[in-house]
């Protein structure tokens, strides 16, 4: 699991350009929003198409599971592996 939050770490800095944060100093357990990363709504949208594109995952913004997912990157990574089982 530890590669795939890297995965996702580096894939936050990455599709969000987000140049004074490396993947390392992003906390697995912490906020992506709010307090802890700080992204908002237009970075959840950028970062939503990222991880459709590179995880070919289902993402549905109206479903409640999803936006529980995106409250770190711990629970990111344990919603694209149990969309990866579904599968």
């Known amino acids: 699991m530890m590669d795939l939050e890297n995965e996702i770490k580096q894939l936050v800095v990455e599709s969000l350009c987000l140049e ?3 993947p390392e100093d992003i906390e ?6 709010g307090d802890g990363l700080g ?3 237009i ?3 950028e970062f939503g198409i990222a ?4 995880f070919d995952i289902n993402l549905n913004s ?3 599971h999803t936006r529980e997912a995106f409250r770190s990157v711990s629970t990111l990574a344990s919603f694209i592996k149990s969309q990866k089982i579904q599968d």
Request: glycine share 0%; aromatic share 4%; net charge negative.
């Open 28 to 33: 697995s357990e912490a906020p992506l929003f």
């Open 62 to 64: 109206d479903d409640v």
């Open 43 to 45: 970075d959840a949208l």
């Open 39 to 41: 992204l908002d709504s």
């Open 20 to 22: 004074d944060i490396q």
């Open 51 to 54: 991880l459709r594109k590179k």
